[in-house]
T-cell receptor, first 113, second 115 residues
């Protein structure tokens, strides 16, 4: 069973609207949680990194939240643009092995005009 | 500064063949990790190398092997290719091995198709 679950699997939103993506994880002991944006056929690009003590972090129109108690995170996209169409992947790192990141399957976001 | 570079970008092989994928990390980065991403899924960890030593291995068969060179570049080798090995292979680099909060930079990937 995947230790990082993302929802929804996909969503379509109108340009200019907001949306929120969810990530639930069971990875333990928790080190940090990252959100990546991946365009089709390209490598992932980092949006945010949050450690245990951080509740929210922003990167432009992207805002990530973390509740380490409930092991949940969300990524909020504000005023979506066509260029936001991509897969958004939640990645959780355990403290015992840096390289063994646990990736979610991603949420495919399509922004339409 | 150049980012993480991978080669080749695309390649087609037949079952049973062998493939070598190459990765050059960002200058100054000593850690390289390899990931396999099957279409529609998130990346799966294959290997991590730091200072030319293997520091982590995912749940992949022995057909998969890798190494890191003195200049910190890396190769991923896959023997006896199977149809299921068709995927995007991603390389990522970072400054250190034990930096749990450090930035991880991905290359654009090598798209392998096995026929």
């Amino acid at each position: 069973k995947n230790q990082v679950e993302q929802s929804p699997q996909s969503l379509i939103i109108l340009e200019g609207k907001n949306c929120t993506l969810q990530c639930n994880y069971t990875v333990s002991p928790f080190s940090n949680l990252r959100w990546y944006k991946q365009d089709t056929g390209r490598g992932p690009v980092s949006l945010t990194i949050m450690t245990f003590s951080e509740n929210t972090k922003s990167n432009g129109r992207y805002t990530a939240t973390l509740d380490a108690d409930t092991k949940q995170s969300s990524l909020h996209i504000t005023a979506s643009q066509l260029s936001d169409s991509a897969s958004y992947i939640c990645v959780v790192s355990a403290q015992d092995s840096w390289g063994k990141l646990q990736f979610g399957a991603g949420t495919q976001v399509v922004v339409t005009p | 500064d150049a980012g993480v570079t991978q080669s080749p970008t695309h390649l087609i092989k037949t079952r049973g063949q062998h493939v070598t994928l190459r990765c050059s990390p960002i200058s100054g980065h000593k850690s390289v990790s390899w990931y396999q991403q099957v279409l529609g899924q998130g990346p799966q960890f294959i290997f991590q190398y730091y200072e030319k030593e293997e520091r982590g291995r995912g749940n992949f068969p022995d057909r998969f092997s890798a190494r890191q060179f003195p200049n910190y570049s890396s190769e991923l080798n896959v023997n006896a290719l199977l149809l299921g090995d068709s995927a995007l292979y991603l390389c990522a680099s970072s400054l250190s091995s034990g930096d749990y909060t450090g930035e991880l930079f991905f290359g654009e990937g090598s798209r392998l198709t096995v026929l």
